[in-house]
């Protein structure tokens, strides 16, 4: 039998990202994680690709996804890991323990903010980063993908 399911790529958002779109517009834009994914969902279609967005405010919920991506066979992960990718090693051994490749994404460009946002454990270990688009920041690292 032939298998004419679109190739899956994981959206996974970490800690607050929940929030989007209700506080702090000015860095993080009105759009809701909803809408983000509803763009996504679209983009995903003309590229011949489908998208799974899920978002979690618990570390080992990532670290676990991420261990999915590559059992189910997915043919990237689009990882926002939001604060924790400043402090995560364990997203970083994660990323490094998979062969799924991984975009890292930020709406903001950490490295024009604090120093303590410089930092990218997630970064140091993902394929390519993302960064400073706002929401579509999402929707280039999805076209980075068929250019893996
Ligand atoms: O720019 C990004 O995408 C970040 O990953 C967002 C994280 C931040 O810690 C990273 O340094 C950069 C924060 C996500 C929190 O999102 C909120 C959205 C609305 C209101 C409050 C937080």
Redesign the pocket.
Known sequence: MTDTAAPVVFVLNG???N??G???PEI?GHDTLDDIAGRLEDRAQDLGLSVDVRQSNHEGHLVDWLHEAQAVGARAVLL????Y??TSVALHDAIKGIKTPVIEV???N?HK?EEF?HRSYVGMAAKATV?GFGAASYLVALDAVLHL
């Open positions: 800690p607050n990202l929030l989007l209700m506080r702090e993080y926002n890991a939001g604060a990718t400043h930020h709406l903001s950490p903010r946002r960064a």
